[in-house]
T-cell receptor, first 112, second 110 residues
């Protein structure tokens, strides 16, 4: 599935750094999602955007800040992360927020 | 959303059919059964979904029992590239909140 792309694919950052993850979907979808997958744990939904409005925030710490400037792009801004935030961060999109979700390849994040 | 129960792991010989079971005994009438798979360190890949009727696409078949309390994903001719973790998810599509459990780790062997 090449409809959802994520950059970078790998990222190493220090706890004082600020970085951003980018997701882009080429499917004409109106809803986008961020998930976190830690080692040996199930995927956890972080944020949901529908028509560029945030509709769900699953009690995510404020050091994760999402941004959805348009229906094709979704960012996750990271600042002052902790080592336990190291994980695979996955983006997904769907036609609307009741339809099937399609995932990107993920960004593997390591916080030192 | 209803919870699902899947065996943690299964083996399948290459070229044979892989039948992956899922129990969802608390499923409600408006909830769909979705299947995704995740190959190591990649994003989950959508496979198939259904409500009541059996479904088939180019990847797999989904068989849902008449009482809807369980389902089986069938990969008709498993290949080595089908080795992955397979997730069975039940959702009512309201907000399409996918809750991923532990899944079944399918190992396809030569």
């Amino acid at each position: 599935e090449t409809g959802v792309t994520q950059t970078p694919r790998h990222l190493v950052m220090g706890m004082t750094n600020k970085k951003s993850l980018k997701c882009e979907q080429h499917l004409g979808h109106n809803a986008m999602y961020w998930y976190k997958q830690s080692a040996k744990k199930p995927l956890e939904l972080m944020f949901v955007y529908s028509l560029e409005e945030r509709v769900e925030n699953n009690s995510v710490p404020s050091r994760f800040s999402p941004e959805c400037p348009n229906s094709s792009h979704l960012f996750l801004h990271l600042h002052t992360l902790q080592p336990e935030d190291s994980a695979l961060y996955l983006c997904a999109s769907s036609q609307d927020w009741t339809e099937t979700q399609y995932f990107g390849p993920g960004t593997r994040l390591l916080v030192l | 959303d209803a919870k699902t129960t899947q065996p943690p792991s299964m083996d399948c010989a290459e070229g044979r059919a892989a039948n992956l079971p899922c129990n969802h005994s608390t499923i409600s009438g408006n909830e769909y059964v979705y299947w995704y798979r995740q190959i190591h360190s990649q994003g989950p890949q959508y496979i198939i979904h259904g409500l009541k009727n059996n479904e088939t696409n180019e990847m797999a078949s989904l068989i849902i029992t008449e009482d809807r309390k369980s389902s089986t994903l069938i990969l008709p001719h498993a290949t080595l590239r089908d080795t992955a973790v397979y997730y069975c998810i039940v959702t009512n599509n309201a907000g399409n909140m996918l809750t991923f459990g532990g899944g079944t780790r399918l190992m396809v062997k030569p």
